[in-house]
Nanobody
Framework: QVQLVESGGGLVQPGGSLRLSCTASGFTGTGYTFKDYAINWYRQAPGKERDLVAGNSREGITVYIDSVRGRFTLSRDNAQNTAYLQMSSLKPEDTALYYC?????????WGRGTQVTVST
């Protein structure tokens, strides 16, 4: 099966930076590969809904929510089957479990998340 594994989360002080990674595997035999999927990063804080943070289509269009625009950057390396979320100028309100999601047509896959905690 296609699997996504996030990494790079951790504890960081306000104003710090982190780079999250999402590595995909299991495409062999599916007829598709990583480059065929759009990428989305979501986050969910305790007691809150899971919200889209950034998304990147196969056409190369990237969108961000207002609260992270200018601070977060989504990128992808199709040769490495990996997506990234570079986060800078982190704020306490960025604290959440961050999820990687890939989608192709009606098919989608989720990682289990990586925790980001921004605190002194």
């Amino acid at each position: 099966q296609v699997q996504l594994v996030e990494s790079g989360g951790g504890l960081v002080q306000p104003g710090g930076s982190l780079r999250l990674s999402c590595t995909a595997s299991g495409f062999t035999g599916t007829g598709y590969t990583f480059k065929d999927y759009a990428i989305n990063w979501y986050r969910q804080a305790p007691g809150k809904e899971r919200d889209l943070v950034a998304g990147n289509s196969r056409e190369g269009i990237t969108v961000y929510i207002d609260s992270v625009r200018g601070r977060f950057t989504l990128s992808r390396d199709n040769a490495q089957n990996t997506a990234y979320l570079q986060m800078s100028s982190l704020k306490p309100e960025d604290t959440a479990l961050y999820y990687c999601n890939i989608r192709r047509d009606r098919n989608q896959f989720w990682g289990r998340g990586t925790q980001v905690t921004v605190s002194t």
